[in-house]
């Protein structure tokens, strides 16, 4: 069983950062899993934010193209989300989740995810 964690979520200004992580147990974080980031606001139903692929391949949804980092720590096991340029519209609760059956035209959907973090709470002021 994979277990994930995600951390560093918290209340800031717009225009501000905060890097998120989500680190796992077992083998999540090795070189054959995806790694996603999501999130869902308020009201609003889940949406994919970013992915992690073997051969260090990342992928972003456009919303947050440009001012969003993902990228894996292989020392810590983790995978970080680096969130630049904060806006109000990103509040939201950001979920990790890891699969290691994901073709690429799939790696935005969240069924193609096996395991699943608890959620970290992102909010945004303006």
């Known amino acids: 069983q994979v277990r994930m964690v995600e951390s560093g979520g918290g209340l800031v200004q717009a225009g501000a950062s905060l890097r998120l992580s989500c680190a796992a147990s077992g083998e999540a974080f090795s070189g054959r899993y995806t790694v996603g980031w999501f999130r869902q606001r308020p009201g609003k139903e889940r949406e994919f934010v970013a992915a992690f692929r073997r051969g260090d391949y990342t992928y972003y949804a456009d919303s947050v193209k440009g001012r969003f980092t993902i990228s894996r720590d292989s020392a810590k ?15 939201a609760v950001y979920y990790c989740a890891a699969g290691s059956r994901i073709i690429l035209s799939s790696i935005s959907r969240s069924e193609s995810y096996d395991y699943w973090g608890q959620g970290t709470q992102v909010t945004v002021s303006s």
Not at 77 to 85: E, K
């Open 77 to 91: 096991n983790a995978v970080d989300l680096q969130m630049d340029s904060l806006k109000p519209d990103d509040t």
